[in-house]
């Protein structure tokens, strides 16, 4: 069995220990201590990181009681090491998994539901619960989590008796067995938890819900705390801000600066595609009346402009109409027919241009990979009209 001194002290940085194992695996080596501050990945937190005799510790795991650690050098067996942990990540980690707790705490007590899924990630935090969160309510479950920050909650940890543990209301998302650790936070949580975590709900800085989705007939919450929750909305207010800037406003009111500007370009949207249907209405005049086949090439035109145009030319009187659009490095395309299968044309287009698309005999959608050049020698000697 590994001492575990994490429990003894989740603040301290250094220990010194004895190196009982050292073997070789395939991502590094695996070194047993006697001892450890190392915390190994469980209960949805992951492990902590550092260097142990001047090697680096890439992960930590237990099994059976015994923490292995994985280091990227090997260490002698039976030699006195000095181990340091990354103290950043260890007390980021500590802040995001305390502000889990309570958040879950305010939550389940709230809802009587469970917390079903905890997910510590690089980025963020996910739980999940399984009880539908109306969005309405989150701003109130936020604020009512950084309440415990505010009044500076003490963040208590206990091994409390089988009898004192029978009569405790407590979360645990399964059953335990043996000596059980609570992890109490005032009146916001009580869960039983192997991680690590602050001493009061000061230290944890702020509690910021910044996603959530109906997940599994639930809900998945996503959070930051901590450093996390300040750096993100730094970025959030630099991007408000910037926004602002381009839109010669203050950031705060970048919002309504956006959805004018998007008013006027749907404005400015409906004004064109206006102009270009008149536009098609003009050409679609100018063809010759009992022209059959017509190549149209244009620019700029989506896949609804090019169907418009191409049934257009077809109501002109032509049997079969193909419109081409710059697009990339090829070309998109529809081609309407109301005798012949549109698709053999397709069919015909796939080995000399790589004709991908398809659609139903009367129209066919699609793109190729060729030049107009090449397109007008095979329409023309298909005996099409080439229109620009």
């Excluded at 707790?101 to 809802?111: D, F, N």
């Excluded at 800037?245 to 006027?264: F, I, Q, Y």
Aim: some cysteine; overall charge negative; aromatic content about 8%.
């Amino acid at each position: 069995m590994t001492e575990k001194l994490y429990y003894q002290d989740a603040y301290a940085t250094k220990f010194t220990a004895k190196v009982l194992e050292c073997t070789e695996e395939k991502q590094g080596y695996q070194v047993i201590l006697d001892k450890t501050l190392f915390y190994p990945e469980g209960g949805g937190q992951p492990a902590d990181m550092g260097t142990l005799g001047g090697v680096n510790v890439l992960d930590v795991h237990e099994k059976n009681d015994i923490i292995a650690h994985t280091t990227d050098k090997p260490l002698k067996v039976g030699a006195e090491v000095e181990g340091e942990i990354d103290w950043e990540r260890r007390f980021d980690l500590m802040q995001n998994h305390s502000g889990e707790h309570i958040l879950s705490g305010v939550i389940c007590r709230k809802y009587g539901c469970d917390n079903v899924g905890f997910h510590m990630g690089k980025e963020s935090i996910t739980i999940d619960l399984n009880t539908k969160i109306p969005d309405a309510d989150l701003p109130w479950l936020e604020e009512k989590a950084n309440e415990a920050i505010w009044i500076n909650a003490p963040v208590g940890i206990r091994y409390p008796s089988k009898e004192e543990l029978d009569a405790l209301e407590y979360r645990s998302k399964k059953e335990l067995e043996g000596q059980v650790r609570i992890v109490n936070v005032g009146e916001y949580d009580c869960c039983a938890c192997c991680g690590t975590h602050v001493k009061l709900a000061g230290e944890i800085g702020q509690i910021k819900i910044i996603g959530a989705q109906n997940y599994k007939g639930g809900t998945r919450l996503e959070l930051l705390c901590g450093k996390r929750a300040l750096q993100d909305y730094r970025k959030k207010n630099d991007v408000a801000n910037e926004a602002g800037r381009l839109l010669s406003v203050p950031g705060v009111k970048a919002d309504g600066a956006v959805k004018n500007l998007l008013a006027e370009r749907d404005e400015l949207l409906q004004t064109l595609n206006q102009l270009k249907w008149k536009y098609f209405t003009q050409k679609a005049e100018q063809v010759t009346e009992g022209t059959e086949n017509i190549l149209f090439f244009g620019d700029g035109l989506n896949s609804k402009d090019m169907t418009h145009f191409a049934d257009l030319l077809l109501k002109k009187g032509a049997k079969r109409t193909a419109v081409f659009s710059k697009n990339g490095e090829g070309f998109a395309f529809v081609l309407l027919s109301t005798e012949k299968d549109a698709r053999t044309f397709a069919d015909e287009m796939k080995e000399p241009f790589g004709c991908k698309g398809g659609g139903k005999p009367d129209a066919v959608q699609g793109r190729v990979s060729t030049d107009k050049k090449e397109l007008k020698a095979f329409f023309e000697g298909k005996g099409f009209l080439i229109e620009e």
